[in-house]
């Protein structure tokens, strides 16, 4: 069954940068848009960022664009979000996401917090 593990979250300082992962298993990884999405407290989820299947296509926010980027390793079945300039409004459960067969699958998220 598909299943989609997201690490490295935590604390961080404004301006700071964190590094999320999402290690990938139970369908072709290879083979499909991966993407990564938030929900903040009292707030519904919002896409951050996707990818193509090869890396050739990637798409952002408007709120991450110029800050974060989306990157992904297919013979580790693995997606990345490398968050840079990190402010407080980024505070959020951080999620990865594919749509295989027209279900969507989500990770359990990992949290992100951004405070001084």
């Known amino acids: 069954q598909v299943q989609l593990v997201e690490s490295g979250g935590g604390s961080a300082q404004p301006g700071g940068s964190l590094r999320l992962s999402c290690a990938a298993s139970?369908?072709?990884?290879?083979?499909?848009?991966m993407s990564w999405a938030r929900q903040a407290p009292g707030k519904g989820l919002e896409w951050v960022s996707d990818i193509y299947s090869d890396g050739s296509d990637t798409n952002y926010a408007d709120s991450v664009k110029g800050r974060f980027t989306i990157s992904r390793d297919n013979a580790k079945n693995t997606l990345y979000l490398q968050m840079n300039s990190l402010k407080p409004e980024d505070t959020a459960l951080y999620y990865c996401g594919v749509v295989v067969t027209t279900t969507p699958y989500w990770g359990q998220g990992t949290q992100v917090t951004v405070s001084s």
């Open positions: 139970g369908f072709m990884f290879s083979r499909y848009t």
